[in-house]
């Protein structure tokens, strides 16, 4: 329970002649000019009532008359004090005066990236955060609102022209290659941008991920930008999270959607030193904090989606956990009950696809093989129970199906996490003595060859190859013919060009390794393996 507060023993006296910066960050302003210390010290653009109507009225002052400039000065003197009361939390009335540069237009300047179905999604998202009138154009004069002064025309108010390059990099391909395309509507723009326009953390870590992308994407892995943002990212990140802990701040929500952010920022970065899994280890803390909110507090939607977000990557991360020597479990019982809840309105989601009660099956096939795996000399044969759940297991996969309602993509992509299910069951009982030409390697034999055919009928450029890293480095791990690598290898490589993930390429390299060790070495359980004798860390998410 965090401490409580103590109760300030003097009023919080707000400057209202101060800069517009301060005023906007709620802060107290020294009153110096023509930059005040709070901007300087902070690196921020200090923003005056009387410099910021000179500087947008310059060119046409000559040719304004003096009393429609009289009118205009005493307009934004009435208007002023109203800015001390606008924080971040009104940035989509105030930041966004202008539309951003949309998909089609970044995508013939920023990169290569196939067209995406945008148009809507990016409609549906700058809803929430437009001034409330027609777009602005960049050399329109600045105009009062109501009873209060805007800021300069600039949908990130403090942020030099890099941060538009990164935003616009993010809404036209990042956001576009995070997403499977399962549904229409695009949640890490529609839920994660607007978001972001109300804090500043998870402003910059959407400007974070967009640079990490970009940077393997251009194959420049020391890219400057991407390494600078990367670090003030992680130190804002932690700082949220100590203030937290302290009590300081009670709203779980941004912290929540954060760590999730940079789970899928190492995602994107290919980071291979497991950074991904303390992102998931606070992630998991915050978001049972979250889940007590109501929904006045926090929209079903946005629930919904951070539930699918945290579920899915924890789900395909425990394969990195060695189940011979650690029970860990990255999905505990309450957060799978909460995703077994969106199983009743056939849930299909941007990450998990329509296969999310396949996933929700890791859990029990891990805590399954961990049983028989651990390092306790010879494995004990399977009991009574063990049998019966090993039965359960197979059967509600072989039972599964995809929704019908999905596209032939999502059923395609739900095919192969099927047949990849199977194999991590039967694999599990790799630690038995088996014949090699047994009904044991036959079960495996025919989910790796089913599960090669789904993947040959599906283009590896369509977006949902985005989610499927994990079934293919289930299946992969498995292969043991040359031509089947080859296909593989050849798909994911197709995947690294068309996406630019880093995940991928990881994948791809994890998968080289196997494919060099013995087969009673390789399989899905031994993928932690190959990861720590080559320090190769990773998450399939």
Not at 69 to 93: H, I, K, N, W
Not at 276 to 293: K, P, V
Not at 340 to 365: A, F, K, M
Not at 408 to 437: D, H, K, W
């Amino acid at each position: 329970m965090p401490p409580v507060r103590r109760q300030r023993t003097e009023p919080i006296v707000r400057v209202r002649t101060g800069c517009l910066t301060c005023r906007r960050r709620k802060k107290k302003c020294d009153e110096d000019r023509p930059a005040c210390r709070g901007c300087v010290r902070n690196k921020l653009t200090c923003l005056w009532p009387s410099n910021l109507l000179l500087s947008q009225h310059a060119s046409s002052a000559s040719s304004m008359a003096p009393d429609t400039m009289a009118q205009q000065d005493t307009q934004s003197q009435r208007a002023s004090p109203g800015c001390d009361s606008v924080g971040r939390e009104s940035l989509g009335s105030l930041d966004s005066p202008t539309s951003p540069p949309s998909p089609a237009q970044q995508s013939s300047t920023s990169d290569s990236a196939e067209p995406s179905s945008l148009a809507n999604e990016e409609h549906a998202l700058l809803q929430p955060i437009a001034l409330g009138s027609a777009s602005v154009e960049p050399n329109t004069p600045v105009m009062t609102v109501g009873d209060v002064v805007p800021r300069n025309l600039s949908m990130l108010p403090g942020y030099g022209q890099e941060s538009f390059q990164l935003l616009s990099h993010y809404l036209a391909t990042t956001a576009d290659c995070m997403a499977n395309g399962s549904t229409p509507v695009n949640p890490f723009l529609v839920q994660i941008v607007p978001l972001a326009f109300t804090s500043d953390l998870l402003l910059q870590l959407v400007l974070t991920q967009s640079a990490a992308h970009r940077a393997f994407r251009g194959r420049n892995e020391t890219d400057q930008v991407a390494q600078t943002h990367y670090t003030k990212a992680l130190q804002l990140f932690r700082r949220g999270v100590s203030e937290f802990i302290d009590g300081k701040e009670s709203n779980p929500l941004m912290l929540t959607v954060g760590a999730l952010v940079m789970c899928f920022t190492e995602t994107a970065k290919g980071d291979m030193n497991g950074t991904i899994f303390d992102h998931l280890s606070a992630a998991n803390t915050l978001l049972t904090r979250l889940l007590s909110l109501s929904d006045a507090a926090v929209p079903k939607e946005l629930k919904d989606f951070v539930i699918e977000y945290y579920t899915y990557t924890a789900a395909v991360s425990m394969i990195s956990i060695d189940a011979r020597v650690s029970p860990q479990l990255l999905l505990n019982f309450e957060l799978e009950q909460r995703a077994r809840s969106l199983l009743d309105s056939e849930y299909v989601g941007n990450l998990c696809g329509c296969w999310l009660e396949l996933l929700l099956l890791i859990p029990c096939i891990f805590d399954l093989g961990r049983q028989w795996m651990m390092y306790d000399g010879q494995p004990s044969m399977p009991t009574a129970d063990e049998i019966a759940m090993f039965g359960s297991l197979q059967a509600q996969i072989l039972q599964w199906s995809p929704y019908t309602s999905v596209t032939p993509e999502v059923f395609l992509a739900g095919r192969i996490f099927q047949q990849a299910m199977l194999l991590y069951l039967y694999t599990a009982l790799g630690c038995f003595s088996r014949t090699a030409n047994g009904m044991h390697q036959g079960l495996v034999q025919t989910a790796v060859a089913e599960g090669m055919s789904y993947l040959s009928q599906l283009s590896a450029t369509v977006r949902i190859n985005s989610g499927l890293c994990w079934p293919i480095a289930v299946i992969g791990s498995c292969l043991t013919h040359t031509q089947q690598q080859e296909e593989l290898r050849s798909r994911l490589n197709t995947m690294v060009r068309r996406f630019g993930l880093g995940n991928m390429q990881r994948t791809l390299l994890l998968l080289e390794h196997m494919w060099l060790v013995p087969l009673d070495e390789a399989g899905p359980w031994n993928i932690c393996r190959a990861m720590q004798q080559h320090q190769i860390w990773i998450s399939f998410a």
